[in-house]
Nanobody, 127 residues
Framework: VQLVESGGGLVQPGGSLRLSCAAS????????MTWVRQAPGKEREFVAT???????????LTVKDRFTISRDNTDNAKCTVYLQMNNLQPEDTAEYYC??????????????????WGKGTLVTVSS
């Protein structure tokens, strides 16, 4: 499974961005997908996760009601996962990573349980 993030950039406080994660590989649609971020000098932080069929989602409290995760299962070997981010704040500045796991973990995020990781896309929120 390969994961490639895109959509990051510089945005002013209060602005919006939509991140994409292009996932490819055999049975990729069977994987739960998770967005994780890491700010400079800080530990990795869970952001949001979605089950393989999109019916279940879970968000970190810091982004709930501002961010929305969704997915488009194109076919068995491709899907795209989105993270719509609204009302962005400077504290949202971070490298954002997409990760895939065979099991949907919901509120029990565990970085060690992620099977695949992308290389990240940088989001900078600044005036």
């Amino acid at each position: 499974v390969q994961l490639v993030e895109s959509g990051g950039g510089l945005v002013q406080p209060g602005g919006s961005l939509r991140l994409s994660c292009a996932a490819s590989g055999r049975t990729v649609n069977n994987y739960a997908m998770t967005w994780v971020r890491q700010a400079p000098g800080k530990e990795r932080e869970f952001v949001a996760t979605i089950s393989w069929n999109g019916r279940s989602t879970f968000y970190a409290l810091t982004v709930k009601d501002r961010f929305t995760i969704s997915r488009d299962n194109t076919d068995n070997a491709k899907c795209t996962v989105y993270l719509q981010m609204n009302n962005l704040q400077p504290e949202d500045t971070a490298e954002y990573y997409c990760a895939a796991s065979w099991t949907y973990l919901g509120s029990g995020f565990n970085a060690g349980a992620m099977d695949y990781w992308g290389k990240g896309t940088l989001v900078t929120v600044s005036s």
